[in-house]
């Protein structure tokens, strides 16, 4: 029996990826979302300065990484009252029409879209509609805000520094629809990542967004929240939480290949079909509050990585994990990340995003295939298919910290590429051996 050792998780980080192919049809989604990789930018610390301007200088970086569409984090201008920290949260907004000194200006930001927009990037801004900061002139209209029994400000969790909107009353529903027509008709940018999106009534968003459509019919939405009746009209992706909670769990040996199964077959019959799922090893929340992907993964981390790619969904890499940032990031305060030039995970996210980009199979939803399982008794191995008439992908992950021998898979013969441009022959009886959180991605 013939034995294939190809494509250790070191070998996607080898710069010699495929171009990525540019195409376009219009479906149940903006083109530009099928193929997409979204990039998670925290201006505060992206660069030393913590600018738009310096912001700007990074995007050509970006685009060589192989970003499409980038969420930048609250950018209007934080509250003062209760803040946290020394420079405050983004999510407390005190003015959604304005933009924060600490950034830049408007026009710094409109040299950033622009800029972006060159280069074929979407920006999508990060929307807080669930709270405004306890200083918003909003706290000042009789019911716009939710008030205790005292008349007090309502907050969410422990988060003192916000206040909590009340979506019964209609002159909120409608400045805060205004708002958001302004940063879409005179700011330019392609759509919302909507914070805390489950907190507020879904018939506000089916609202919102459906009038923005008429408007922006290639706007791009992304909820923070895991409910199938938000993709069903208002929005275009959702957040894999319960996926990444897993995830997280596989790496530190409390759930299973089987427990990976179990949440896809869940997921397929709970969410619209034309849904696309945003999968992620880390994002804002996760590294500021849980750690980075290497302290809740492990060796794992870029096996999770590579994963994200070969699942049906959109993969996200959020500031700093192009550079290996091995730190929690502060919320509240200015902690730039450490810009590593000579990090591995660029040539890898490099490699993934042109794999991603040359291989139809995996594209989201319609324009992409199913994923299938490939049967096989190796333990703690999850082997998958995407397949179209064109394109095969093949994904085997070793989800343990032992070597694996994969004797047993049955996977279409012929020529694969790997994410780094490696050729590859697989025959009838080909066998593989798994180093301990090894992943082999092919394509063909």
């Known amino acids: ?11 996607l980080m080898v710069a010699c990826a495929p171009k990525k192919q540019q195409t376009c049809c219009e479906h149940q989604h903006p083109c530009f979302a099928y193929d997409a990789t979204i990039y998670e930018l925290n201006t505060r610390q992206f660069t030393p300065e913590g600018t738009f301007q310096a912001a700007e200088q990074e995007l050509p970086r970006l685009k060589e990484l192989g970003v499409d569409i ?40 409109a040299s ?22 306890p200083d918003h002139a909003w706290t000042q209209n009789d019911g716009w805000h939710m008030r205790d029994s005292l008349g007090n400000l309502v907050v969410n969790y422990d988060w003192y520094d916000i206040a909590e909107l009340n979506y019964d009353n209609q002159d909120m529903r409608a400045a805060m629809k205004q708002a958001m027509h302004w940063w879409m008709d005179s700011i330019g940018i392609d759509g919302f990542r909507c914070d805390v999106a489950m907190e507020i009534p879904t018939d506000f968003w089916n609202d919102v967004m459906g009038e923005l459509r008429t408007t922006h019919p290639k706007m791009f939405t992304l909820a923070e929240a895991e409910v199938p009746a938000h993709t069903e009209t208002a929005f275009d992706m959702y957040y894999g939480w319960e996926l990444h909670h897993l995830m997280n769990g596989v790496a530190k040996g409390e759930k299973t290949v089987e427990d ?83 990090a591995a995970q660029i040539k890898m996210y490099t490699n993934l995003n042109a794999f991603r980009a040359a291989n139809p199979a995996l594209r989201s939803n319609e324009l992409g295939a199913k994923m299938e399982r490939i049967a096989t008794e190796a333990a703690n191995v999850f082997a998958c298919l995407r397949q179209t008439e064109e394109n095969t992908v093949v994904g085997l992950f070793n989800f343990s910290a032992d070597s694996v021998e994969v004797a047993d898979v049955v996977i279409p013969a012929g020529l694969y590429t790997t994410p780094c441009g490696q050729e590859v022959e697989v025959a009838e009886g080909t066998a593989f051996t798994l180093a301990p959180w090894e992943c082999r991605l092919m394509g063909k």
């Open 112 to 133: 950033f879209l622009n800029k972006a927009h060159e280069l074929g990037i979407k920006v999508i801004l990060d929307w807080v509609a669930n709270h405004t900061s």
């Open 1 to 11: 029996m013939k034995k294939l050792f190809v494509l250790a998780v070191a070998a």
């Open 70 to 109: 980038i969420w930048i984090m609250p950018i209007q201008p934080i509250g003062v009252l209760e803040r946290k920290g020394g420079l405050g949260s983004y999510y407390a907004i005190k003015d959604y029409c304005a933009f924060n000194p600490e950034f830049g200006t408007r026009a710094d930001f």
């Open 260 to 342: 990976l199964w179990g949440y896809f077959a869940k997921a397929d019959t709970i969410f619209p079909a034309k849904a696309i799922r945003m999968n992620f090893t880390s994002n804002h929340d996760e590294n500021s509050w849980n750690g980075t992907e290497f302290e809740r993964m492990g060796d794992a981390a870029s096996t999770m990585a590579a994963f994200c790619y070969a699942v049906p969904g959109m993969p996200l890499i959020y500031t700093g994990q192009e550079y290996a940032n091995e730190k929690r990031l502060r919320f509240f305060d200015k902690d730039t990340v450490v810009a590593n030039p000579e």
